[in-house]
């Protein structure tokens, strides 16, 4: 008789992304990876947005424009017993964070035309690097629907990048600095701090073609984390001449 082998009770493998779909042989090229050039961009002014979170008083967030729900995934690890919401108009990506954070709601909806109930507010709104995204014209219904959507002197922490970005991507309407974003929150918002991030210069440049560039990804653990960890000391707070994303925490107008 075979010895029975005493098997894990679950089968369920931790992995956060679902790793069977990254290997490909699409039009004759192979490739065992996807990787996102700005990724460390990314990661470090998220990691700064969830710092910003942190300092708040709330009970309730909801994230405008969450996309698959990256930002809800770090804020639901902090605060497990908060009410965390994302909407967002892509159902698809609707659909992934609901299988990839299962801590937090979601939903698909627009909130400029009143897709949450009437009746729902929140302490806490995020709105990062979603203005970039909006028509001009269509701003100022935003700006309204998220302030209906907060309860009074609530927060609302938003990125945007700046004119200091060097390449402007084509689904972008426009960028933004200090005074034109400002402004644009004025009527409904009162700025509380704004933040100065992403540095543009040669060093940042160099650092993205390190990690990741025609010939090669880099994948020493050790090299890749030193460099991520030398560019959030060094490079990811700076001045406003030189960053590359704005970070803009505001506070809801008392209406008299």
């Known amino acids: 008789m075979e010895p029975v082998v005493e098997r894990p009770r679950s089968q ?3 992995f956060p992304f679902p790793s069977d779909f990254i290997p490909s042989f699409d ?6 990876t996807w990787s996102v050039g700005w990724g460390y961009r990314y990661l470090a002014y998220t990691t700064r947005v969830v710092k910003e979170v942190q ?3 709330f009970d309730s967030l909801i994230d405008i424009g969450c996309g698959e729900g990256r930002l809800l ?19 698809r990506a609707i659909r992934f964070g609901r299988a990839f954070v299962p801590g937090a709601e979601f939903i698909c909806g627009d909130i400029e035309t009143g897709d949450l109930p009437a009746v ?16 001009p014209e269509q701003c100022a219904a935003l700006i309204t629907g998220i302030s209906r959507c ?10 945007v990048p700046t004119t200091k970005t060097r390449h402007v991507n084509p689904r972008h309407y426009r960028h933004f600095d200090r005074a034109t974003l400002s402004a644009l929150l004025d009527e409904a918002f009162e700025v509380r701090h704004v933040h100065f991030l992403n540095r543009v210069s040669f060093f940042d440049r160099l650092i993205g ?14 090299l890749a984390t030193a460099l991520y960890s030398y560019y959030v000391e060094h ?3 700076t001045d406003e001449a030189s960053a590359g994303r704005l970070l803009a925490v505001f506070v809801k107008r008392q209406v008299l």
Request: a negative charge; aromatic letters at 6%.
């Open 12 to 14: 369920a493998r931790p």
């Open 27 to 32: 039009d004759g090229k192979f490739s065992q």
């Open 55 to 57: 300092a708040l008083d």
């Open 73 to 91: 995934h770090e804020l639901s690890g902090l605060f497990p017993d908060k009410r965390l919401v994302g909407i967002d108009m892509n159902e």
């Open 120 to 135: 729902e507010q929140f302490d806490a709104a995020t709105l990062i690097e979603v203005l970039e995204h909006i028509p």
């Open 150 to 159: 907060l309860r009074p002197h609530g927060s609302l922490v938003v990125t």
């Open 209 to 222: 073609m390190l990690l990741q560039n025609q010939l090669f990804i880099l994948n020493e653990g050790r």
């Open 235 to 237: 490079l990811l707070e």
